[in-house]
């Protein structure tokens, strides 16, 4: 059977049982998911280090993932600053190429899989529940099994450098390490293109791809999860259309990692097969790197809405809380972000257009993807018509709103651009590409989780952060920002390709820009750290839950209320 008419099959046919199963005789209440007639019983928390690893509690699984994501990302934004570190000089001089090349690999793949999507389940984890009105997450148990999935595949996704420090430290004991040693970190690029992730002789690669797909069962698992919890644990009295917008995003982006990731796990296990049992999926003669490609993106591009509808979510959900006004256009916002969700798995093959694919299939994603750019500027028009007239309020979390609407006003445009066939031919694989998605996913992906950990802040530790400082960090992030990225554009309209050590000489004074922008990003993110630690420890303890002023204006949300019966409880 024609693919395409299978996958629309199965969609039609799941759409129907969940149709069944709600309007049918045994409906599905929305009451909080208590079984009637079965008597429930709650025991205390264990102390200490035990109530972590056995927790199946929403709110401590959602702080597990928020630690795992700072861990992570910090580790990615030191492999960042090592490759800015290297390209301050045009040669090759700080580390080796082979090094630089692992360093790009690791930072794209531990802060796309273990940072970025980590932070939105931990926020979806911590904040859902509550929001929908639900005691807990619908299925507390596997909720669990989905975070502890994730360190061991962090593990061997990292186990070049970790196994590498391992044996060095056991060197001494007189102990084995020739197999420790031979793992070394992957370079093949969070792309993982064939041939040469085929062809890398080393053991690492393999390990990378068990981790990858490891991780990929996590995050259907929590996917899955998030899906089951919006649409049977809700609270009678919130329904679709007072959904708030968050649970809205996590709602869509959940549905997108269910067709998506599975995409990667079975291109992953047949490029496993062929590095391993002598395959030929992906061989050369049958035309496998092409097949790589298209496998890869009809996840990769999905996968980019993954990140960004929450992020898209949290702006939306925190912007009308600083402006005092309703956030505008909301069923547009939901509409839109159900647009984006469809039309994602339709633009992949824009990746690709400097392939041999034939032109005519090229000019049809070329279409799909300008249609995309719709959606996604409806939601900005009314972002902006929020803020027109509102009584706006400059705290730090409305700070990164703001600038990262802006940077993603800059982020998106260059992908129009990138969109255009004959612009593609010119761009594609510069570093203007590399521009294009770090202005959306340090923009607004980033400055969102950022907005999202200061505006939350009291609700998740009871105390109060520092506000200037806060403040200050954001306008630290805004300008290191742009100072990053925006050379990265010009760069690549200069013709400097991506991924390489060593440059020519014309474009150092770019490269230095871009270098000290990271510095200040870097510094920005030290502030923000020691914010939470220190304010965790040091700060005013929250007594009225009304810290925002919310009520003023009619948004002292679910989430608010639950914090304030948690602090009347004490
Ligand atoms: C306005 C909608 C957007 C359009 C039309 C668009 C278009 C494109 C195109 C055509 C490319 C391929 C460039 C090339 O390799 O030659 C690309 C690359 C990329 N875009 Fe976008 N984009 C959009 C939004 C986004 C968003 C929201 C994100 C992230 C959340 C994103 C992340 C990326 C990434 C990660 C790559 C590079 C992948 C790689 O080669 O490693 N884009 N974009
Ligand atoms: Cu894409």
Not at 71 to 80: E, N, Q, R
Not at 239 to 245: F, G, K, V
Request: proline share 5%; hydrophobic share 55%.
């Amino acid at each position: 059977m024609n693919p395409t008419v299978l996958f629309v099959a199965v969609l039609i046919s799941l759409v129907t049982l969940a149709l069944l199963r709600t309007t049918g005789s045994k409906r599905l209440l929305a009451d909080g998911g208590y079984i009637e007639g079965v008597e429930t019983t709650t025991r205390e928390k264990p102390a200490g280090i035990l109530r972590w690893i056995t927790t199946v509690d929403h709110a401590d699984i959602g702080l597990l993932y928020l630690i795992l994501a700072t861990v992570t990302g910090l580790w990615g934004g030191i492999d960042a600053m090592m490759m800015r570190t290297e390209l301050v000089t045009p040669e090759a001089t700080v580390w080796t190429a082979e090094t630089y090349n692992a360093l790009f690999t690791v930072h794209g793949t531990t802060m796309l899989f273990f940072f970025a999507t980590p932070v939105f389940t931990g926020l979806a984890n911590y904040f859902i529940p509550p929001l929908v009105g639900a005691d807990d997450m619908a299925f507390p148990r596997v909720n669990a099994i989905a975070f502890w999935l994730l360190p061991p595949s962090l593990f061997l996704v990292r186990a070049g450098l970790i196994t590498e420090v391992i044996a060095k430290v056991i060197t001494p004991l007189g102990l084995p390490t020739r197999a420790l040693f031979a793992i070394e970190p992957p370079a093949i690029g969070w792309t993982m293109y064939t041939p040469l992730s085929r062809a890398a002789t080393n053991p690492e690669v393999d390990l990378f791809l068990l981790g990858l797909h490891l991780s990929g069962i996590a995050t259907v698992l929590a996917a899955s999860n998030i899906i089951v919890t919006i649409f049977t644990e809700r609270d009678s009295s919130v329904n679709w259309a007072n959904l708030d917008i968050f649970s809205w995003t996590m709602l869509t982006a959940s549905g997108l990692i269910i067709f998506a990731f599975p995409m990667l796990g079975s291109a992953m296990i047949m490029l496993l097969l062929d590095r391993n049992f002598g395959t030929f999926f992906y061989s050369l003669e049958a035309g496998g790197a092409a097949l790589w490609q298209h496998l890869f993106w009809f996840f990769g591009h999905p996968e980019v809405y993954i990140l960004v509808l929450p992020a898209f979510g949290i702006v939306s959900y925190v912007l009308p809380k600083f402006t005092g006004r309703k956030l505008f256009g909301f069923k547009f916002v939901v509409y839109s972000t159900l647009a984006i969700g469809v039309l994602s798995f339709g633009v992949w093959a824009h990746h690709m257009f400097t392939t041999g694919m034939d032109p005519r299939l090229k000019a049809s994603f070329m279409a799909v993807s300008l249609a995309i750019a719709v959606p996604s500027a409806v939601k900005t028009f009314n972002w902006i018509t929020t803020i027109y007239n509102g009584k706006i309020r400059l705290t730090a979390p409305m700070i990164f709103c703001v600038g990262g609407i802006s940077t993603f006003i800059v982020g998106g445009v260059t992908g129009v651009f990138l969109a255009s066939i004959p612009i593609d031919l010119l761009l594609h694989d510069t570093y203007y590409v590399v521009g294009h998605f770090h202005l959306i996913l340090v923009g607004i992906i980033v400055f969102a989780m950022f907005a999202a950990s200061y505006f939350w802040y009291p609700i998740l530790t009871g105390r109060m952060f520092n506000q200037r400082l806060a403040r200050a960090h954001a306008w630290v992030s805004i300008v290191g920002t742009f100072l990053t990225f925006s050379p990265m554009l010009l760069l690549g309209m200069m013709g400097l390709p991506r991924r390489y050590a060593a440059y020519p000489a014309e474009f150092a004074p770019l490269q230095q820009v871009s270098t000290v922008g990271a510095l200040i990003l870097f510094a920005g993110v030290g502030m923000w750290l020691w914010n939470m630690i220190q304010s965790y420890r040091v700060g005013a303890v929250v007594t009225d839950a009304d810290v925002w002023d919310l009520r003023e204006t009619g948004q002292f949300s679910r989430e608010w209320e639950w914090f304030e019966r948690k602090l009347s409880r004490k």
